[in-house]
């Protein structure tokens, strides 16, 4: 079983069709054909059934695909670090959980600046995806918001604590106040992203805002269209479907008419964590120092 052969597998899988998959690789059809065969042959089963117009995985096909993708992670990860190890060449692959480009604006371009020293690919996707991502070891890092408990087991360091505040509708009845109680929320609406992208946010905010748990079934409000979308979040309650937890960093770039945002008592931080899988890139340690990050 050769790399390239697994790099051939998943482009198959990822087109579904070997014509478009040969193209992609810029291979004729038949040798790519040939190449699965001979990968197939190697381990003794059929990893794809094929027809006229599609291809789809086997069970053995589902399970070889799955280690395809941690293997040849692992593999441009070693090719990566043995390049660093001349001091000369220094990429790093790096997920940022959604909303970050605002909360950490100013650091995360300097990580590829001309005094960084490095070469920083990084990408957006939610918690869940980066942590995945992580796990699987198809990037070397991740910067997302407060781990679940589920997840602590990866390697991490704490960048920053960002405050969150409370969107109301203006005509609220506790718009007028300066704080916001969070005693005084136990009744309200909270408007929220859906939790299984951001589990650890979800519940770190959820669980300060209602102390006491939810005292309806109905009370915490998520729809799809509100994913990374602090505008929607804010255009929802504006209609006045709720009051919502939003980092002020957040919506300085934002029109809010109709609404007023509040700190919270006592008041909300959510942390900021850089996580990876041991062992750490050479590099980490020099990200870290950029985005400000303590050990």
Known sequence: MELRQLQYFVAVTEERHFGRAARRLHIAAPSLSQQIQALERDLHVTLLERSPRSVTLTPAGEVLLEHAHILLARAERARNEVHCADGRHRHLTLRVAAAMEHILDGPLHQLSGPGSG???????????????????????????????????????????????????????????????????????????????????IWDHIIGHLLPAGQSRIDQVLTRPDLINAPEAILRSVAAGHGVAPIAPAMTGHLPAPGIVIRPLSPPLLVPVELIWHEPAHPALQDVIALLGGTD
């Open 118 to 200: 490095l070469e920083v690919t990084t990408a957006t996707s939610t918690d869940s995806d980066a942590i995945r991502a992580v796990r699987e070891e198809h990037i070397d890092a991740a910067i997302v918001w407060v781990r679940s408990t589920q997840d602590q087991d990866l390697a991490g360091t704490a960048l920053l604590q960002v405050p969150v505040h409370l969107a109301l509708p203006a005509g609220h009845q506790l718009a007028a106040r300066q704080t916001i109680p969070v005693a005084d929320l136990a009744a309200e609406t909270i408007v929220m992203f859906p939790r299984d992208l951001f589990l650890g």
